[in-house]
């Protein structure tokens, strides 16, 4: 699919101008991410709405070429996914170990995970994107977003537009609090308890409509599994412990019913990686003797030209360095003694092969079906367990005076980095793939990465700060006072810290564990089944269903129902091959983005003022009281928006005549 030549030679790629805006729109779409992250659990690829503003600013300034938008594009695309870090890293604040998020340490974990990933992309580069024939689905759509000009003006209007109709909604909602977040409902059948509901966050929508139909599916299979089976058995075989029905609801479902949904996705995880070992081994021989001799040979042209594997290789082992720094610096107070030297080392070899296996896998993952079906939170629990599990036999359960929290902390610090390392590393891939459709030089686009995770590691450590000191997590709030309601959940964090605290105290509720690993096993063969068939019901995205909140998972639902059948509308007037429903498509994402990208500015501009004047709701016009008025309000508002959004899916975009590509967009959690 390469086609050399249609850029001329001297076009500019690499430029200040272009490193400079990468940097802004990684600030911003890190912003959101991060936000979305600690409160859905999942995050959004930016590579496609980066794109569409690289080429409207650089439009301005005049002299832009495909190659300099390729390169502002794939710099920003790591706030999509050096955010993955929030996965697992607030647990340390969860389980009381860091008060806050020291800027070095946190900062440090990004770096070093996120160098480690570009590094371990660069000899994968040959095998998965270019010698494995893989289809890379949203580095191709990015290609043609690229070449196409993404609609040019129109492009950037429509997710400009969407940002201000998400922001507006999501500041009278979570600012003023004139309208309610969402609706839910619990209904007792004699000792049994169901409950219903919905939230009303256009963000939601958007993601629902990103992830698709499959995803959503999914989500409602373990919606039905969580909330129509064990919520209500359990809560009749008396777990509630005799709590009013909504409580009795809630704590059946966080403290046991979760562990569940944690269990179908370690087996997910599980099958993930055992099903391509084969693949990725052979791979990995192929890109390591390929790089061997691409970085001897000074003939290669310049679509081929990685940067040199000496210095990747001597980049790699340098960094075992400051990350066994990072490790013992995390150490110090734990009173290890001669252990301490033990346990840096392990640790480090474990996070650097581990997350080389892991990148391995998520890269090739993400090549066959994309990066948002990667198992990032998959990964996540299997390290945490790993971690956890090895730990206490290294260093014993008498590790000074942090005790176990001590070894619980560590196993979170070093699932965080392997996290990372496979996060980067898969979205590299879709990057070069993207550059390799476009002409792009490799090398130069590897420089962008690299700068592209150095502005995000200075920049996630001050917004993850501000969103503690402003919301708090659910099970810690920085101060007295604060709201508990407004707290973000982070659920993925708070699952990670569950498990590893359950494992290394001996309070695992393994049971329920088990249960779910039993589930995972007969929702893998099912999956396997179904995608010999070509449909896609992931038994991870299952997990994900149990484990996030009702409210969450109905709205995203909401979006990818909207999006099927508006693809539905489309293909009934037009045809399958018709070029409206690919531009129809295009807009869709678009539209999507823009919900997400303006909600969660929002979110974090609150996050401010609430840090600014020291309380919570800072900005809320209104009391408690108004909270039945406010959830009519928000019902209404939401039940316009939905059909609004439908019309313009479900229609093809006026004087639109490029071709287009459709692209699906991560959330990090996706797992």
Request: proline share 4%; aromatic share 6%; glycine share 14%.
């Amino acid at each position: 699919m390469e086609s050399r030549g249609r850029t001329p030679a001297h076009a500019s790629e690499l430029t200040l101008r272009g490193l400079l805006l990468g940097a802004a729109i990684t600030v911003v779409f890190m912003a959101a991410n991060v936000y979305m992250g600690l409160k859905t659990g999942m995050t959004f690829s930016s590579s496609i709405p980066a794109a569409v503003i690289s080429m409207g600013c650089l439009r301005l300034l005049g002299g832009a070429n495909i190659l300099e938008n390729n390169i502002v594009q794939t710099q920003a695309s790591a706030a999509g996914t050096l955010c993955n870090v929030i996965l697992v890293l607030p647990g340390l604040v969860l389980i009381g170990h860091w008060q806050g998020f020291p800027f070095w340490q946190t900062s440090a974990v990004c770096l070093l995970g996120g160098l480690l990933g570009v590094a371990y992309s660069i000899p994968l580069r040959r095998a998965l994107v270019v010698g494995a024939g893989l289809p890379y689905p949203e580095g191709t759509a990015a290609a043609e977003v690229l070449k196409a000009g993404a609609g040019g003006r129109g492009g950037l209007r429509d997710l400009m537009g969407a940002a201000a109709a998400a922001a507006a909604l999501g500041l009278a909602t979570n600012g003023v609090r004139v309208l309610a977040e969402g609706i839910h409902g619990t209904l007792a059948a004699g000792s049994a308890v169901f409950r219903l509901g919905t939230g009303f966050s256009l963000a939601l929508v958007g993601v629902g409509y990103l992830v698709g139909i499959g995803a959503c599916l999914a989500l409602l299979t373990g919606v039905a599994i969580a909330w129509g089976v064990a919520v209500p058995v359990l809560t009749a075989l008396g777990h509630g412990g005799g709590r009013a029905p909504a409580a009795a609801a809630e704590a059946v479902w966080s403290g046991q019913v979760r562990l569940i949904g944690a269990g179908i996705i370690a087996v997910g995880g599980v099958w993930t990686v055992v099903s391509l070992a084969g693949p990725i081994l052979d791979s990995i021989r192929s890109a390591l003797k390929a790089a061997r001799a691409g970085g001897t040979s000074a003939d290669l042209p310049r679509q081929e030209r990685d940067l040199p594997i000496t210095w990747v290789g001597g980049a790699a082992l340098g960094l075992a360095l400051p990350l066994g720094g990072l490790f013992a610096w995390f150490s110090l107070g734990a009173e290890l003694g001669a252990l301490l030297p033990v346990l840096v080392v392990v640790a480090s070899l474990f996070a650097i092969l581990v997350g080389f296996l892991m990148a391995a896998t998520c890269g090739y993952l993400a090549g066959l079906l994309g990066s948002s079906s990667s198992p990032i939170s998959g990964i996540g629990i299997l390290t945490t367990i790993l971690a956890a599990l090895l730990l206490p036999l290294l260093v014993g359960r008498a590790a000074g005076p942090e005790g176990d929290r001590f070894v619980i902390g560590m196993a979170l610090l070093v699932a965080s980095v392997i996290v990372t390392v496979a996060s980067i590393a898969n979205d590299n891939l879709q990057d070069l793939k993207t550059g390799q459709l476009v002409d792009a030089t490799p090398w130069r686009q590897q420089v962008a990465l690299i700068a592209g995770v150095g502005v995000g590691a200075l920049v996630i450590a001050p917004l993850l700060a501000l969103l503690y000191r402003a919301y708090g997590f659910v099970g810690a709030l920085p101060r007295e006072g604060m709201e508990a309601g407004s707290a973000l959940p982070a659920p993925q964090a708070a699952l990670m810290t569950q498990i590893a605290g359950g494992i290394v105290h001996g309070e695992l509720p393994w049971g329920m564990v088990l249960t779910g690993m039993g589930l995972g096993a007969g929702l893998v063969a099912l999956e396997s089944r179904l995608r010999r068939r070509g449909l896609s019901v992931p038994a991870l995205t299952v997990g994900i269903g149990m484990y996030l909140p009702l409210t969450v998972v109905m709205t995203i639902a909401a979006g990818g129902i909207l999006g099927w059948l508006g693809a539905r509308a489309l293909r009934a007037r037009h045809g399958e091959d018709a070029q409206a429903p690919r531009e129809a498509r295009r807009r869709g994402v678009l539209l999507a983005s823009g919900f997400l990208v303006g909600e969660s500015l929002v979110g974090v501009l609150i996050a401010a003022a609430d840090t600014l004047t020291g309380r919570s709701s800072s900005l809320a016009l209104v009391g408690a009281d108004f909270h039945g008025t406010a959830t009519v309000l928000g019902l209404a508002a939401f039940l316009i928006a939905l059909p609004v959004f439908y019309r313009m899916i479900s229609q093809a975009p006026d004087g639109t005549a490029e071709p287009g590509h459709h692209a699906e967009a991560r959330a990090v959690e996706r797992a």
